[in-house]
């Protein structure tokens, strides 16, 4: 079975094999869906006819499977005859002006006809005849533009005067005292032009594609900078935690030989109380033996011969505190890990800034701005929402929201979230009035409860704002941010760095608190709402001022 064979059993539609091929009464025969489809989009012209042959019908036809062609295609699938895909026209290409439903890339164009054709379309240029004084040319646009409009001629004269193409006719009317060449001259004239210009396209190019291998080269580099800043890093930490290893193991050997020396000290006094205990013992005996005897000459000279029993210092010796040592050590090491742990902390917080520096005018932190829009579905029943859902002000009185399971019920957390979450670099401001905590939290904070409160939880970061102050909370550790009131507060995120940083916006920005961490899932800005209170998040663009 050649190829052309397999052409016979393609839809005219959508030009691929025929699946589950119907037959009309016209003879032809086209996919189920195909011919639906097309019907469909003429129902309401109440028109039915064939694609192929234009034959119309008065009535939308009942279409029936036929059950040849569909096992013709079926044993054509088996024998891997199946035709070439279709190659599509996208943008760009030149479309064939023959195809009805999906357009073919076009590859040639006719500049008797003036039309483009496809493989398909193009084969009656090709075979026929009457056809083969048509000029073909490699796929062109505009077409059309080669056509004068005021005679229907081709343009094969240039006018030299206005640079454009013309007819003859144009030539001996509007440009008759024009300077007229013909477009043939014209082009051996200025192929030297499209040299030169071809010349400058290729300086171009190769200098862009210098650039190109220059990036690689420092992309490259970059990997390599980054590969060494890396394993250096590692060898950094690895002596850092070999020497806590080696201080913790030197700390372990003064615990024991405390623990030693402290045990010999308590074995030793330990045996001195077993012989004082013995010899008491001994005397008691003697002393009770004495005090049976009969004579009473007898008792009085053995109890005048017997030593008086004497205190020492052996006693107060025995309640000595021997844990004592042991917790002032472990104290001066809980003391070290603070300290560690706050140089590591501002230590991160440097890289991470080195690495992901801050904005540091307004201007900068307004190219990450973004316009925060409040979740009507989270908001808290005595809170509404204004502004474009920008702005939320405590009401004081049950609102009737609709219930929703994303909403804040507690009783006293008149809270509030962002509609859209935020990774990346993002930037927002806010105005307040009253008493409010400005968040970023996570979407799966509590609903209810204490541990729906923003910054009492590890799921969120809260500043609070008030007349009094500004206090920063997180996972219930509060840290007091003084001297600091603003009407105007900024707050910026850097997702991937682990960074959130709150300003005060008034001549120029000032840091209020910043705060170091790792986020594990995108974050939602969010507020909380105090009696009386209102808070407003800004619309912002980087032409604000």
């Known amino acids: 079975m050649e190829k052309i064979g397999v052409e016979v059993l393609s839809c005219s539609i959508c030009l691929d094999l025929l699946k589950d091929p119907v037959g009309l009464h016209c003879g032809h025969s086209f996919c189920k869906l195909c011919i639906e489809g097309y019907w469909d989009r003429l129902d309401e012209r109440n028109i039915y006819e064939c694609p192929h042959c234009r034959q119309t019908f008065t009535q939308r036809p009942l279409l029936q ?3 040849m062609l569909a096992e013709l295609v079926e044993e054509i699938k088996k024998a891997g005859l199946q035709a070439d895909e279709p190659s599509y026209a996208g943008p760009g290409d030149v479309a064939c002006d023959s195809c009805t439903e999906m357009k073919l890339k076009a590859l040639k164009s ?3 006809c003036l039309a483009s054709f496809c493989d398909k379309h193009l084969r009656a240029h090709l075979e026929e005849p009457a056809f083969r004084r048509h000029k073909l040319v490699p796929p062109f646009k505009q077409l059309q533009e080669i056509i004068c409009s005021h005679h229907d001629e081709e343009k094969k004269m240039f006018c030299r005067t206005d640079q454009h193409g013309i007819c003859p006719l144009c030539a001996v009317d509007q440009h008759k005292d024009h300077d007229i060449v013909s477009a043939a001259v014209e082009r051996r004239e200025r192929e030297d032009e499209v040299v030169q210009h071809r010349g400058r396209i290729q300086q171009r190019i190769q200098a862009r594609e210098d650039d190109v291998k220059r990036l690689e080269a420092e992309e490259k580099n970059i990997i390599i900078a980054a590969d060494e800043a890396v394993k250096e890093s590692w060898r950094i930490f690895n002596q850092l935690i070999l020497n806590i290893r080696r201080r913790m193991s030197d700390v372990e050997q003064q615990i024991r030989s405390r623990q030693q020396t402290g045990a010999a000290l308590l ?9 004082e205990i013995a010899e008491l013992k001994k005397k008691d005996a003697e002393l009770q033996q004495l005090s049976h005897t009969e004579s009473h000459t007898i008792f009085l000279q053995s109890l005048s011969s017997l030593s008086e ?49 801050e904005p540091k005018t307004r201007a900068q932190f307004l190219r990450y701005s973004r316009d925060i829009a409040l979740d009507p579905n989270t908001t ?32 006293y957390h008149h809270q509030v979230l962002s509609k859209e979450s935020l990774t990346g670099r993002c930037y927002w401001e806010v105005e ?24 009492f939880n590890d799921k969120s970061w809260s500043l609070l704002c008030r007349n009094s102050g ?24 850097d997702h991937s760095a682990g960074l959130l940083s709150f300003y005060s916006v008034f001549d120029s920005m000032t840091l209020i608190h910043r705060v170091q961490t790792t986020f594990t899932q995108p974050i939602h800005a969010g507020v909380y709402v105090g009696f009386s209170s209102a808070c407003e998040f800004l619309k912002l663009n980087s032409t604000t001022v």
């Open 110 to 112: 006719c500049l008797v």
């Open 432 to 455: 307040w009035t009253g008493r409010v905590n400005v968040t970023v939290s996570y979407k799966d904070i509590s609903r209810s409860g204490e541990e729906s409160l923003f910054g």
């Open 470 to 493: 500004c206090f920063f909370t997180h996972n219930k550790v509060t840290t007091e941010v003084s001297g600091y009131r603003p009407s105007r507060l900024g707050v910026y995120l």
């Open 65 to 67: 499977k036929n059950v």
């Open 267 to 275: 074995k030793g006094l330990q045996k001195r109380l077993e012989q």
């Open 380 to 411: 808290h029943s005595l809170l509404l929402l204004s502004d474009g859902n920008r702005k939320v002000t405590y009401m004081g009185e049950d609102q009737s929201p609709p219930h929703h399971p994303d909403r804040f019920t507690d009783q």
């Open 309 to 357: 029993v004497s205190d020492d210092a052996l006693s107060s010796r025995t309640h000595v505190n021997p844990y004592r040592s042991f917790a002032e050590v472990t104290a001066a090491v809980s003391a070290s890990r603070d300290r560690l742990q706050n140089v590591l902390g501002d230590t991160w917080t440097n890289i991470s800034l080195m690495l992901a520096p």
